[in-house]
């Protein structure tokens, strides 16, 4: 099992979702963060006054598939988020020791 997490921008959000559902995705969990990169925040004008934003909002996607599936997930998540411009996000690959549900006691691949 892997867990995969990526870094996108907000408005990728459904694009990203929609191709995750078309390959099987079950399920993901969601964030709205902040962050910076390299492009290190931007300028913004209020009432004529310019000043730095330094966190720029961001979705997280948390997820756990299959690790024969990570491939396809990264790939799909990588086309899906990409617009070509500075700040598409960042998607990171680890692997998982052990998944638990809750509910049924369910372990390893049943879990997921």
């Given at each position: 099992m892997r867990k995969i997490e990526a870094v996108i921008k907000p408005f990728k959000l459904d694009d990203v979702k929609d191709a995750l559902n078309k390959i099987g995705v079950k399920g993901m969990t969601i964030s709205e963060v902040k962050g910076f990169g390299?492009?290190?925040?931007?300028?913004?004008?209020?009432?004529?006054?310019e000043y730095q934003v330094d966190f720029?909002?961001?979705?997280?996607?948390?997820?756990?598939?299959?690790?024969?599936?990570?491939?396809?997930?990264?790939?799909?998540?990588?086309?899906?988020?990409?617009?070509?411009?500075?700040?598409?996000?960042?998607?990171?690959v680890m692997p998982v020791g052990e998944a638990v549900r809750i509910r049924t006691g369910e372990s390893g691949r049943e879990a997921i």
């Open positions: 390299r492009q290190k925040g931007h300028k913004e004008t209020y009432r004529g006054a720029v909002p961001k979705i997280k996607i948390d997820l756990v598939v299959d690790a024969a599936m990570s491939d396809q997930v990264v790939a799909t998540i990588k086309e899906s988020a990409s617009s070509g411009k500075i700040g598409d996000g960042k998607i990171f």
